[in-house]
């Protein structure tokens, strides 16, 4: 048995939760989220939390237990607390911009870089060097992330560049003269 798979789901006071099937809803206090499960999977509510169950014990419905397990519990974690990822901004003349919804990055590129944030994620800047990205759904909220990261990601020589907030970057040492 899967150990995390085996695991029940609670559900908290304020959240509805649907289930059709293999299409799981949930609905909470900051939004709502819906998504379609592999039909194999039996997810299952039993009073105040549910169950998610495999059919066979092959290689392939283990996997899938475990993962739809999390998946829902993220969902539910999602519509009642949300999730968000801070990124710092780390360079001489580094910095970000908000324009509207916009994300404007001047990162030592000739251009600032534009970045339109998903849809169902919020961009904030707690100052011009920390970029704070929030949502209910987990892995929009790490895409995005991903996304602005991915603009000037982090060199190992000087360490300038765009980090997950507590990243650590391992540094190397540069030339030596002779």
Same mark, same amino acid.
């Given at each position: 048995?899967?150990?995390?798979? #085996?695991? $029940?789901?609670p559900i908290p006071k304020g959240v509805e939760v649907k289930i059709? *099937?293999?299409?799981?809803? !949930?609905?909470?206090? %900051?939004?709502? %989220?819906?998504?379609?499960?592999?039909?194999?999977?039996?997810?299952?509510? /039993?009073?105040? /939390? &549910?169950? !998610?169950?495999?059919?066979?014990?092959?290689?392939?419905?283990?996997?899938?237990?475990?993962?739809?397990?999390? %998946?829902?519990?993220?969902? &539910? +974690?999602?519509?009642?607390?949300?999730?968000?990822?801070?990124?710092?901004?780390?360079?001489?003349?580094?910095?970000?911009?908000?324009?509207?919804?916009?994300?404007?990055?001047?990162?030592?590129?000739?251009? $600032?870089?534009?970045? /339109?944030?998903?849809?169902? !994620?919020?961009?904030?800047?707690?100052? $011009?060097?920390?970029?704070? !990205?929030?949502?209910?759904?987990?892995?929009?909220? *790490? /895409?995005?992330?991903? +996304?602005?990261?991915?603009?000037?990601?982090?060199?190992?020589?000087?360490?300038?560049? +765009?980090?997950?907030?507590?990243?650590?970057?391992?540094?190397?040492? *540069? #030339?030596?003269?002779?």
């Amino acid at each position: 048995m899967s150990r995390i798979g #085996k695991l $029940p789901i609670p559900i908290p006071k304020g959240v509805e939760v649907k289930i059709e *099937g293999n299409k799981v809803t !949930v609905k909470g206090p %900051l939004g709502t %989220l819906e998504r379609e499960f592999h039909p194999d999977m039996i997810i299952k509510r /039993e009073g105040d /939390e &549910i169950r !998610v169950e495999r059919p066979t014990d092959s290689r392939f419905h283990k996997s899938l237990h475990g993962l739809t397990r999390t %998946l829902i519990n993220n969902m &539910i +974690i999602g519509v009642t607390q949300g999730y968000k990822k801070e990124l710092e901004i780390i360079g001489m003349g580094y910095k970000a911009q908000l324009q509207g919804k916009k994300l404007i990055l001047n990162v030592g590129y000739s251009h $600032p870089v534009e970045i /339109e944030p998903l849809p169902g !994620v919020e961009i904030k800047l707690d100052s $011009p060097t920390r970029v704070v !990205v929030s949502g209910i759904d987990k892995e929009k909220v *790490g /895409e995005q992330a991903a +996304i602005i990261r991915r603009v000037r990601p982090p060199e190992p020589y000087k360490g300038t560049g +765009i980090r997950y907030a507590g990243e650590y970057i391992r540094r190397k040492a *540069g #030339k030596t003269g002779v």
